[in-house]
C-alpha cells in the first residue's frame, strides 16, 4: 500500500528515454535511409569541411568502431626481489 513520504524505489531514472521515444526515433532513421555513421564520414571527408570539423566527426566515429581503454593500476609486490639478467655471447 502507498504511504506518504517515501522513496521512490524502481522505475526509469530521470532523463532516460523511454523504449517508444526510442523505437520512433530508429524507425524514423530506418525509413529515411539514414545511418548518422555513414554522415559523419561523409562530412570527415568532404572537402568544404574544416580540419576542426573533420577531427571532430572522426572523433565521434572513433567512439563506435573503437573500444575506450581505462587506466589500470598495475599491483606490485610488497616484498620484491632482485632478479638478475645474465647475457650469454653465442
Known amino acids: ?9 524502481g522505475g526509469r531514472k530521470k532523463g532516460v528515454k523511454n523504449k517508444k521515444t526510442l523505437l520512433s526515433i530508429e524507425q524514423i532513421l530506418t525509413e529515411y535511409d ?3 555513421i555513414v554522415k ?4 570527415a571527408e568532404s572537402e568544404q569541411t574544416s580540419i576542426e570539423q573533420r ?6 566515429v572513433a567512439k563506435y568502431t573503437y573500444p575506450k ?3 589500470v ?3 606490485t609486490p610488497t ?3 632482485d632478479i638478475t639478467f645474465k647475457l650469454i655471447d653465442s
Do not use: S, Y
Open 1 to 9: 500500500m502507498f504511504e506518504q513520504g517515501h522513496q521512490k524505489v
Open 73 to 75: 593500476d598495475l599491483k
Open 55 to 60: 577531427i571532430r566527426c572522426w572523433q565521434e
Open 40 to 43: 559523419l564520414i561523409e562530412i
Open 79 to 81: 616484498n620484491p626481489t
Open 69 to 71: 581503454h581505462r587506466a
Open 34 to 36: 539514414i545511418n548518422p
